[in-house]
């Protein structure tokens, strides 16, 4: 269980330490984000990876793992990826803490820009079709992975 208590989040009765709390971020189907700020009042995204939809039966401790792991591998490869602050973990809750950048949300942009969803599914065909290559050629032994493209 998350809670706020002033300036302290807190899982499972046990604060996270050295972070201020400064407000909500949101909210999707791998757990909850929190803008937060350190000692050195450097703003970070805190994530939690946590189950918030009743279908939904993954490993959160293990996913959250392997997502910072991904984003780690991919800025030693390019160093165009945001930094990874600070990781841990509360009673098998995974957490960290990411670069924060300030601006509109991608739900936002989406709404306010009129995108249309045929331009999304031409966009998904393209990561598809270079996926498939990497993954048929030699980078997929190299752990390049490619996301949609906005």
Known sequence: MIIIDGEKVIINNKPIPHYRYLGDIGKGANGIVYLVEDMLKRKGALKIWMTLKHWDDRDKLKQGINETRKLLDAGQLSGRVIEIYHVGEIDSVFYAVLEYF??????????????????????????????????????????IYIRRIY
């Open 102 to 143: 300030d601006g509109t949300t991608l739900e936002k942009w989406l709404k306010t820009n009129h995108y249309k969803m045929s331009e999304r599914c031409f966009s998904d065909s393209i990561v598809c079709c270079v996926n498939f290559l990497i993954k048929n050629v030699k980078g997929y032994t190299m752990g």
